[in-house]
């Protein structure tokens, strides 16, 4: 029992600090666009791609798998908008995402890889979902407005059940790092509002 309970915590742990690396990166990526209070880079400033590195890494060693895997998917999910562009890499973004998820598919394996990419779609409708009114008033059109948001909540719940189906065994506790950053993530930006 205590193997399973620590394996269990450490994938709830795993989850929350590498969902914090991809937070920093993302606001860090997005401090020109998001004008708003919520961007944890406009407040850490130089240093938030270096904590973002630094969660990752507490996150990596929690669990390697879980915490790698999602963060390919992160990247993968965060592709979409640029497909046709090409990078630095001399790939454009539909390449590089491939080349990601073939090398999370041969570290970590398919099945880990696939109930990522299920949940990481599942957060990111979420968060549009969410988002729907504040991306509405600064001209951004997400997938709650491309799809609507009945649609984009009922592809959220979709996907979130895939996950579950691809690796029950995961779902619960990565289910539950996430509820318990967010619900963290929310309490503070009301707090800050």
């Not at 570290?107 to 990111?124: A, N």
Request: glycine residues 6%; aromatic residues 18%; proline residues 2%.
């Amino acid at each position: 029992m205590w193997p399973a309970m620590f394996e269990f915590m450490s994938i709830t742990c795993s989850v929350i600090f590498c969902a914090m690396s991809i937070k920093l990166a993302d606001d860090f990526l997005d401090q020109d666009v998001d004008r708003s209070e919520r961007n944890f880079a406009k407040k850490i400033g130089k240093g938030t791609m270096l904590y973002g590195m630094v969660s990752m890494a507490i996150a990596v060693s929690l669990n390697a798998s879980i915490s790698v895997s999602l963060f390919f998917a992160s990247y993968i999910i965060g592709m979409f908008h640029d497909l046709k562009r090409y990078f630095p890499s001399h790939l454009n973004g539909i390449q590089e995402s491939l080349l990601v998820f073939i090398l999370g598919v041969f570290f970590w394996g398919w099945r880990t890889m696939l109930f990522s990419i299920f949940f990481v779609i599942s957060i990111q409708l979420l968060d549009d979902y969410i988002d729907y009114y504040t991306d509405q008033l600064i001209g951004q059109r997400n997938w709650a407005h491309r799809l609507g948001r009945v649609e984009c909540s009922l592809l959220f719940l979709l996907n979130l059940l895939a996950a579950w189906l691809v690796c029950e065994h995961l779902f619960p506790a990565v289910f539950l790092g996430t509820v318990v950053f967010y619900s963290a993530i929310l309490y503070y930006q009301r707090g800050r509002l």
